[in-house]
């Protein structure tokens, strides 16, 4: 089991970067693929961005593709999340999300495949 504490959100112009960490705990981080998804107000929780346990591979929503990077230091037993290039669209509440992986190579995108999250953290991009 691991539980999932986001920080780094905030208030920010359009074009500024924030960085997201989401701190896990426990010893067997690394055996946890990562993901970060968000929920706008009226929408969906929808896909942000995933890693696979040791942050080999990495997968990107087209809508952030480029402007986005996940990483993570399994030494740390953290995920960060770097959004560059912020834009209003990206305004929601950011949850990072984990899974165990019993092979190194998987990642996942879809809600239903992760178990354990976070509590979520406010991203707010103004025009």
């Known amino acids: 089991q691991v539980q999932l504490v986001e920080s780094g959100g905030g208030l920010v112009q359009a074009g500024a970067s924030l960085r997201l960490s989401c701190a896990g705990s426990?010893?067997?981080?690394?055996?946890?693929?990562m993901g970060w998804f968000r929920q706008a107000p009226g929408s969906e929780r929808e896909f942000v961005a995933a890693?696979?346990?040791?942050?080999?591979?990495?997968y990107y929503a087209d809508s952030v593709k480029g402007r986005f990077t996940i990483s993570r230091d399994n030494a740390k037993n953290t995920v960060y999340l770097q959004m560059n290039s912020l834009k209003p669209e990206d305004t929601a509440v950011y949850y990072c999300?984990?899974?165990?992986?019993?092979?190194?190579?998987?990642?996942?995108?879809?809600?239903?495949?992760?178990?354990?999250w976070g509590q979520g953290t406010q991203v707010t991009v103004s025009s």
């Open positions: 999300a984990a899974e165990f992986s019993y092979g190194g190579t998987h990642y996942y995108t879809r809600e239903y495949e992760y178990t354990y």
């Open positions: 426990g010893r067997t981080f690394s055996t946890y693929a």
């Open positions: 890693i696979t346990r040791s942050g080999a591979s990495t």
